[in-house]
């Protein structure tokens, strides 16, 4: 018997395989339910219901960005408690109906709730190979197989900072007082002098390694054109020394185990690692600094310039392999009032 590869692209009820076989017409019957066939529920009442929600056709709003269907601006900001499942929020679907590209928008979508599990395990029942495509290609969780998407709305999507947060919400916190905070103060020192100077040599010297390898030619003159124009977003760093220097490490996730709490020991041993920010005083005096690593590129308005700093394990000699990132944030997302 042939073996089928089932590729998931945009729909849970519409599988495209690497045989001919089509979908039977009562399955994509099956899939799919309009308004009148189930009830309006919000995101907070599909997720708690879990795994009894799969199969169920409802009509459900929210913030439809990319492939993510969340309840409102704060959902992004919220910790999940099961790895990499965004469900586990509490207030974020999968989407799927709707293309991933198209401009954030509140929608109301009607269709039925699926996971990326059970699609997972009934293709693998169907003897075939999955291969998910969009939120589950990526993510764990419940999703929404969209038979109708009606945009009702545009999202306002703020950036919250830290004195608008609620508790428990953003991955950073301050670091703590010792020996990585000092580290990663000392190390931040250069590219702050140079970012208020806008020194164009000293950044291309500072930014050239991202994520382990050299950054390309194109990419790292566009990077040092963007920090040292007329109206870079760094101009708003004081040039006087009167900058604010604040140090962030990530909050421990809430699905952390004790395997996990042993591995970033180990690694914490090795190497050091931290989101450091520059500001006016203003941002400290009215805590305006960032509360989730997802906010720390720099933005016209944005009253902080940060860099992500990794200081790597001793190579021979003793020397340490130090990375700075300063990125732009490529995201439609305004400053609070």
Same mark, same amino acid.
């Given at each position: 018997?042939?073996?089928?590869?089932?590729? $998931?692209?945009?729909?849970?009820?519409?599988?495209?395989?690497?045989?001919?076989?089509? &979908?039977?017409? *009562?399955?994509?019957?099956?899939?799919?339910?309009?308004?009148? /066939?189930?009830?309006?529920?919000?995101?907070?009442? !599909?997720?708690?219901?879990?795994?009894?929600?799969?199969?169920?056709?409802?009509?459900? *709003?929210?913030?439809? $960005?990319?492939?993510?269907?969340?309840?409102?601006?704060?959902?992004?900001?919220?910790?999940?408690?099961?790895?990499?499942?965004?469900?586990?929020?509490?207030?974020?679907?999968?989407?799927?109906?709707?293309?991933?590209?198209?401009?954030? &928008?509140?929608?109301?979508?009607?269709?039925?709730? /699926?996971?990326?599990?059970?699609?997972?395990?009934?293709?693998? +029942?169907?003897?075939?190979?999955?291969?998910?495509?969009?939120?589950?290609?990526?993510?764990?969780?419940?999703?929404?197989?969209?038979?109708?998407?009606?945009?009702?709305?545009?999202? *306002? !999507?703020?950036?919250?900072?830290?004195?608008?947060?609620?508790?428990?919400?953003?991955?950073?916190?301050?670091?703590?007082?010792?020996? &990585?905070?000092?580290?990663? $103060?000392?190390?931040?020192?250069?590219?702050? /002098?140079?970012?208020?100077?806008?020194?164009?040599?000293?950044?291309?010297? $500072?930014?050239?390694?991202?994520?382990?390898?050299?950054?390309?030619?194109?990419?790292?003159?566009?990077?040092?054109?963007?920090?040292?124009?007329? /109206?870079?977003?760094?101009?708003?760093?004081?040039?006087?020394?009167?900058?604010?220097?604040?140090?962030?490490?990530?909050?421990?996730?809430?699905?952390?185990?004790?395997?996990?709490?042993?591995?970033?020991?180990?690694?914490?041993?090795?190497?050091?690692?931290?989101?450091?920010?520059? &500001?006016?005083?203003?941002?400290?005096?009215?805590?305006?600094?960032?509360?989730?690593?997802?906010?720390?590129?720099?933005?016209?308005?944005?009253?902080?310039?940060? +860099?992500?700093?990794?200081?790597? +394990?001793?190579?021979?000699?003793?020397?340490?392999?130090?990375?700075? +990132?300063?990125?732009?944030?490529?995201?439609?997302?305004?400053?609070?009032?």
């Amino acid at each position: 018997m042939m073996t089928r590869i089932v590729v $998931l692209l945009f729909g849970l009820g519409a599988a495209v395989t690497a045989t001919p076989t089509a &979908a039977k017409e *009562d399955e994509k019957a099956a899939s799919a339910c309009s308004a009148t /066939d189930g009830p309006t529920m919000t995101i907070g009442e !599909i997720t708690v219901l879990g795994d009894m929600a799969i199969g169920r056709c409802v009509t459900v *709003d929210g913030w439809a $960005l990319g492939y993510f269907l969340q309840a409102d601006n704060e959902a992004r900001y919220r910790q999940q408690r099961i790895y990499n499942d965004y469900t586990s929020t509490g207030v974020v679907l999968g989407l799927y109906g709707r293309d991933r590209g198209a401009p954030p &928008a509140i929608i109301r979508a009607t269709g039925r709730i /699926d996971s990326c599990k059970a699609v997972y395990d009934r293709i693998i +029942a169907a003897g075939d190979i999955p291969f998910l495509g969009g939120f589950c290609h990526y993510h764990y969780g419940l999703v929404i197989n969209a038979s109708s998407v009606t945009e009702i709305g545009k999202p *306002d !999507i703020v950036r919250i900072p830290a004195n608008a947060a609620a508790p428990g919400i953003g991955n950073l916190s301050r670091m703590v007082d010792g020996k &990585a905070r000092d580290t990663l $103060l000392a190390t931040f020192a250069p590219l702050l /002098d140079a970012l208020v100077k806008r020194d164009g040599a000293a950044l291309r010297q $500072l930014l050239r390694i991202e994520s382990g390898a050299p950054m390309t030619e194109d990419r790292l003159a566009e990077r040092v054109a963007a920090l040292t124009a007329a /109206d870079s977003p760094v101009t708003a760093l004081p040039s006087d020394g009167s900058a604010v220097v604040e140090v962030f490490g990530w909050r421990e996730p809430l699905w952390a185990d004790e395997k996990t709490r042993m591995g970033n020991a180990a690694a914490m041993a090795n190497t050091t690692s931290g989101i450091v920010c520059a &500001a006016p005083p203003r941002t400290a005096e009215e805590r305006l600094w960032p509360i989730d690593d997802a906010d720390a590129g720099f933005a016209r308005g944005r009253p902080y310039v940060c +860099a992500r700093i990794f200081i790597g +394990a001793l190579k021979e000699g003793g020397e340490r392999v130090t990375q700075y +990132a300063v990125y732009p944030e490529r995201r439609s997302i305004r400053e609070p009032a």
